[in-house]
C-alpha cells in the first residue's frame, strides 16, 4: 500500500547484500571485498611515483586520499585552510561471518595547530594512543583547529539515509543532552538528500569557528554553527565507545608521528 514505506537499515542493506552474496555471480560476490580508488573510478591512471607523492590509501579497500586538501577547489564560498592527510580506517561490519565493508573515513587537520594542542602527547609510547584516554579526550576536544572527515563510500547500494539512521543511533542523544537537536537534524536532514553510491566521496568539515559543513561529490548540502556538533561527531570515532575502533586506532597512530615532526624537525635543523 502507498501509505506504507520501507524502513532501511544497515541490518537490511548487509541482508540484501548477502543474498547477492550467495545467489549472485562471482563478480557480485566479490564486490563487497573489492578494491576501490579515487583514479580508477575516474578512468584515470597515475604514474607510481605521482601516486605515492599526491595520495595516500586505505589500508584493505585502497581508496585513495589526496595528501593536501583545500575545499576552496571545491567551492569558493569555503574558506578552510589547506589541510594535511592523517590518516585513515575502514567501518565495516560483520553480518553472517561476511565482512562487509562500508565507508573509509580519513582525517585532514592544520598539522601545526593539531601539533600546538596535543603537544603534551608527543613523548606517548607509538601505538598506544588509541587507548590513551586524556589524549583521545584532548582530540576530540581540540579547539580552533580545523578539521576535515572525508569518507569514501565501499558498499555498494548504501544509502544516505541508512547512514543517517546510524548517525542517529549515536550521535541524535548526544545533541539531544545538550539541546542542539535542531543544529544536528539540520546537518542530517541535508545529508539524507545524498545520492550514494560505491565511490562516493563524502566530507563533514569541522571549522576552527565551529561551523560544520557537508559536502557530497562536490556539492554542499548544509551549514550549521555548532561547536558542540564538532565534538559530538569527532567523539563517535575518537571517544570512549568509538563506532569503528579500526578507524581510532589507525588515526590516532598516524597523529602521533604528526605531532612529534616538530621536534624531529627541530633536531635535524641543529645537527
Not at 580552533?144 to 548504501?158: A, E, Y
Not at 561547536?227 to 581510532?248: N, Q, R, W
Request: with cysteine; glycine share 8%.
Amino acid at each position: 500500500m502507498s501509505f506504507l514505506k520501507k524502513k532501511y537499515s544497515l541490518t537490511t542493506a548487509l541482508a540484501d547484500g548477502l543474498s547477492k552474496l550467495t545467489t549472485g555471480s562471482k563478480s557480485a560476490r566479490r564486490a563487497y571485498a573489492e578494491p576501490i580508488s579515487d583514479a580508477e573510478d575516474e578512468g584515470v591512471e597515475c604514474p607510481a611515483g605521482e601516486d605515492q607523492m599526491m595520495y595516500r590509501r586505505e589500508e584493505k579497500t585502497k581508496a585513495k586520499y589526496p595528501v593536501r586538501l583545500d575545499l576552496g577547489e571545491i567551492d569558493a564560498s569555503l574558506k578552510t585552510p589547506t589541510l594535511t592527510f592523517v590518516g585513515a580506517g575502514l567501518r565495516s561490519e560483520t553480518f553472517m561471518t561476511v565482512e562487509f565493508w562500508i565507508y573509509t573515513i580519513g582525517l585532514y587537520v592544520e598539522p601545526a595547530r593539531a601539533r600546538d594542542a596535543l603537544r603534551e602527547f608527543a613523548d606517548s609510547e607509538a601505538g598506544s594512543l588509541h587507548e590513551n584516554e586524556a589524549f583521545c579526550r584532548a582530540l576530540v576536544g581540540m579547539k580552533d583547529v580545523t578539521k576535515v572527515l572525508r569518507f569514501v563510500i565501499t558498499l555498494p547500494g548504501l544509502k544516505a539515509g541508512i547512514v543517517v539512521s546510524q548517525f542517529d543511533k549515536v550521535l541524535l542523544p548526544k545533541m539531544k543532552a545538550k539541546g542542539k537537536e535542531d543544529n544536528y537534524r539540520f546537518i542530517m536532514n541535508n545529508m539524507g538528500k545524498a545520492k550514494f553510491q560505491k565511490g562516493t566521496k563524502m566530507f563533514l568539515a569541522l571549522a576552527a569557528d565551529g561551523t560544520v559543513t557537508c559536502i557530497c561529490d562536490g556539492d554542499v548540502l548544509g551549514s550549521v554553527v555548532c561547536h558542540t556538533l564538532c565534538e559530538s561527531i569527532m567523539d563517535i570515532y575518537f571517544g570512549d565507545a568509538p563506532v569503528s575502533a579500526d578507524v581510532k586506532e589507525k588515526i590516532c597512530s598516524v597523529l602521533h608521528a604528526t605531532i612529534q615532526q616538530e621536534d624531529e624537525e627541530k633536531e635535524e635543523g641543529e645537527a
